[in-house]
C-alpha cells in the first residue's frame, strides 16, 4: 500500500501474538488483562489497558473450528483404536463421546479467543485506531 502525503496510518499489530494472547485468555493488546468474564463471556474492555473488547464478532466462527479439530482429531483415532484393539461399540461410544465433549469444552474458549486476537489485530469491526486521514485535501 502507497502512503499518501500527509496520511497517517496505524502503527501495524502482530497477529500472531495477538492470536496467542486471545488463545490464553488474555487481552490481544497488552497480554496482561483477563479476555473473558466467565466461560465465554467476552469483558467490555480491559482492565489493564483499558482496551475496548466489545467489538469482536466471533459468532459461531469458534463453534465451527471446535467442530473441525475435534472430528479431525477424533476420526482417525477412532479408526486407530478399532483396529488395535477392536473394543465394544459401547466403549467406543461411551469413550469418544467423552473425549469429544471434554476436548470441545477446552478448546472453544482458546479458539474464541485466538478470533478475538486476530480481530484486534487486523482491526476488523471496529478495533483499533482511528481511519486514516489525510491533511490538505477539500472536502467536496
Partial sequence: MSQHQGETLPSERQVKQAMWRGALGRCPACGKGKLFTGYL???DHCANCGEE???HR???GP???TILLVS???APLLLAIYMMYRPSAMSMLLGFSLGAVVLSLLLLPRIKGAFIGFQWARRMHGFGD???TR???RAS
Fill in 41 to 43: 463471556t467476552v469483558n
Fill in 53 to 55: 473488547l466489545h467489538h
Fill in 58 to 60: 466471533a459468532d459461531d
Fill in 63 to 65: 463453534a465451527y473450528m
Fill in 72 to 74: 479431525h482429531l477424533g
Fill in 130 to 132: 482511528a481511519a486514516p
Fill in 135 to 137: 491533511t490538505g485535501i
